[in-house]
């Protein structure tokens, strides 16, 4: 499905995909943060991909493959699938370009980027929601593209796509007036940490590359264990920018090669990253954009005194995921705790039990459905801490009080139906 010119991307070919970028992408400012900086005691430094033109990276692979393959290859069309950003990317260059483009996302995609893609795209693209996940998606423009001779424009796995996006490392390159020591990427597929890759190996071999990666979806992370590419069976999709089952067969050759490790960030991590980033730095980062950010404590230690550019992949965050976030991070943060609570059915039960409460102790949430045939009564309670370490006091006093409940948020099984 992919047109291939050459064997492995380079240099010369990501220097000409600048060129063919030109006038198309912004280049992106590589700013010195002074919170983060002073936090981790380093100089943190973050590439702002969220200011792109589309709110993230994927335009740069998007628009230079299509622009590489020449005028009758595009004639049938291009067809893509992607959770989103991708989308964004084909849709734009589509309208600019002015092809005809079929495009496919999973119907869990975020509203926002589903609007976001037709908005780029207008009368030039067709949108289709097809399954649960990316891939399901992809197999759907897989039968697409054989059906209609389109040209496939893959998210990652493309060597066109890859040098595209690899005028990321370019820009960082240039504007760094200072040696990188650390470069923090973000890995989905992992197209853009293969271009990326390309680039510093080259010009700056001494730079450590850490690819990133959420905990749910550990595609690159579990493929470089095991020594070849495997597809995952089950994959959390809350960083939907980085959450696929499987990574590339190109992307998987260099990352093996380039990167010097990958590191996995709990999703509950990513989402405080994306509440700090914007109370604290006004930044508007989706989950798979905060994840080089969420990363900098799991290297806290190793990155003291050195110069660190964390790249902000996207920005294209649903406001409606908001609450989500907020409930991911306080789960994660240890504020927020639930349990089953069984209340005897007298007067004065549930006025015992405040008692118990501590004084920055919250209830966030409460379900009973009394039942006059039963002693006890259960009930789903959320607690919200202002501490942490209010946790171990509020269960001694549960224990002293003899109330009887059941701690949830260590059973999986039964809280992802609840939360």
């Not at 705790?337 to 501590?358: D, K, M, T, W």
Request: glycine share 8%; charged share 25%; net charge negative.
């Amino acid at each position: 499905m992919t047109t291939q010119f050459h064997s492995a991307p380079t240099l010369d070919n990501i220097f000409l995909a600048a060129e063919r970028l030109r006038g198309i992408i912004n280049h992106t400012p590589l700013l010195y943060n002074a919170h983060l900086s002073e936090q981790y005691e380093a100089n943190i430094y973050l590439k702002r991909e969220d200011l792109q033109t589309v709110r993230s990276y994927k335009i740069r692979g998007a628009y230079n493959k299509m622009a590489s393959i020449g005028a009758e290859a595009l004639a049938g069309g291009v067809v893509c699938a992607s959770a989103g950003n991708h989308a964004q990317g084909v849709a734009y260059a589509c309208r600019k370009m002015q092809v005809k483009g079929a495009i496919f996302m999973p119907t869990t995609t975020p509203a926002q980027k589903v609007k976001q893609v037709r908005l780029f795209g207008k009368e030039w693209v067709d949108v289709l929601l097809v399954g649960d996940t990316y891939d399901d998606a992809y197999h759907a423009s897989v039968v697409y593209q054989k059906a209609n001779n389109a040209t496939f424009v893959h998210p990652f796995d493309d060597l066109q796509v890859i040098e595209g996006q690899g005028t990321v490392g370019l820009e960082i390159f240039k504007d760094a007036d200072f040696k990188v020591d650390y470069l923090l990427m973000a890995i989905g597929g992992g197209g853009l940490a293969s271009g990326i890759s390309t680039v510093f190996k080259q010009l700056s071999p001494k730079t450590k590359l850490i690819g990133v990666e959420p905990a749910g979806s550990p595609t690159m992370h579990a493929s470089m264990e095991a020594g070849s590419v495997v597809t995952l069976e089950h994959i959390d999709k809350f960083v939907d920018g980085a959450a696929v089952r499987r990574a590339g067969d190109i992307t998987f050759d260099i990352c093996s090669k380039s990167l010097d490790k990958v590191l996995l960030i709990p999703e509950g991590k990513v989402c405080s990253t994306i509440l700090q980033l914007y109370n604290e730095e006004a930044i508007v980062a989706e989950p798979a954009g905060a994840l080089t950010v969420a990363a900098l404590d799991f290297v806290k230690d190793e990155i003291k005194g050195k110069n660190v550019v964390a790249l902000i992949s996207g920005g294209n965050n649903d406001i409606t995921r908001t609450e989500e976030i907020k409930e991911r991070s306080l789960l994660y943060e240890g504020l927020k705790h639930y349990f089953i609570i069984r209340f005897p059915q007298r007067s004065g039960a549930f006025r015992e039990f405040l008692n118990v409460l501590g004084p920055n102790d919250d209830i966030a949430r409460f379900e009973y459905v009394k039942k006059t045939n039963k002693e006890q009564g259960p009930a789903l309670v959320g607690i919200e801490l202002k501490y942490r370490e209010d946790f171990e006091p509020l269960i001694s006093r549960m224990d002293e009080n003899k109330v009887v409940y059941e701690y949830l948020n260590d059973q999986q099984d039964l809280f992802q139906f609840l939360v």
